[in-house]
Nanobody, 125 residues
């Protein structure tokens, strides 16, 4: 059984930074591409960033490009999302997701096979 557990969310002022982590267990981590999505109240779940199985390829939503960085540590079975220069519009529940096979970078939520429970990020103005 594959499990994804996010951590690192919280309350931060605009302009601040947070780093989210997502620990994966239950299957060989390097078989997955990993993605981050977010969902604000009353809105759809939106793509944020994705990284391939070996972290050689990454892709970002335009809204976070230049501010967020996705990375992974395959020795720790963990994917990260470093978020800098946060804005109030970044407020959402952030979810990590795992996608098999690991060489594709996909942006639609229904392509992903496994999901974490989500972590709340709140950015105050």
């Amino acid at each position: 059984q594959v499990q994804l557990v996010e951590s690192g969310g919280g309350l931060v002022q605009a302009g601040g930074s947070l780093r989210l982590s997502c620990a994966v267990s239950g299957r060989t981590f390097t078989t997955f591409a990993m993605g981050w999505f977010r969902q604000a109240p009353g809105k759809e779940r939106d793509f944020v960033a994705a990284t391939s199985w070996n972290d050689d390829n990454t892709y970002y939503a335009d809204s976070v490009k230049g501010r967020f960085t996705i990375s992974r540590d395959n020795a720790k079975n963990t994917v990260y999302l470093q978020m800098n220069n946060l804005k109030p519009e970044d407020t959402a529940v952030y979810y990590c997701a795992a996608d098999f096979p690991g060489h594709l970078l996909r942006v639609t939520s229904y392509d992903y096979d496994y999901w974490g429970q989500g972590t709340q990020v709140t950015v105050s103005s």
